[in-house]
């Protein structure tokens, strides 16, 4: 059985840091592509970044470049998500999410395993 595990989410100033984990199970972690997605009240989820496993490419969406940092430890079937100088427009749920890299090309258009995500507070 699949499964995606989100866990370091919480509330902090801004400014401040947070490390999000995303621990993977049921399936071969080298050979997926994992992305970090989030979703604030009322909006559409964005994708933030997202990793190949297998080469360690990355991605990051503009508005967290600089800012956030994805990190894969493949022995611990985990990836991360540092986030520094966080800002209130962060806040979010935030998921990830894994495909199977040969399939889905990079960065990917979809994935097909999905976490239940954590929440990200950030205030003023």
């Known amino acids: 059985e699949v499964q995606l595990v989100e866990s370091g989410g919480g509330l902090v100033q801004t400014g401040g840091s947070l490390r999000l984990s995303c621990a993977a199970s049921g399936f071969s972690f080298d050979d997926y592509t994992i992305g970090w997605f989030r979703q604030a009240p009322g909006k559409e989820r964005e994708g933030v970044s997202c990793?190949?496993?297998?080469?360690?490419?990355?991605y990051y969406t503009n508005s967290v470049k600089g800012r956030f940092t994805i990190s894969s430890d493949n022995a611990k079937n985990t990836v991360y998500l540092q986030m520094n100088s966080l800002k209130p427009e962060d806040t979010a749920v935030y998921y990830c999410a894994a495909v199977w890299t040969a399939v889905a090309g990079f960065p990917p258009r979809s994935y097909d395993y999905w976490g239940q995500g954590t929440q990200v507070t950030v205030s003023s």
């Open positions: 990793i190949n496993n297998s080469d360690g490419m990355t």
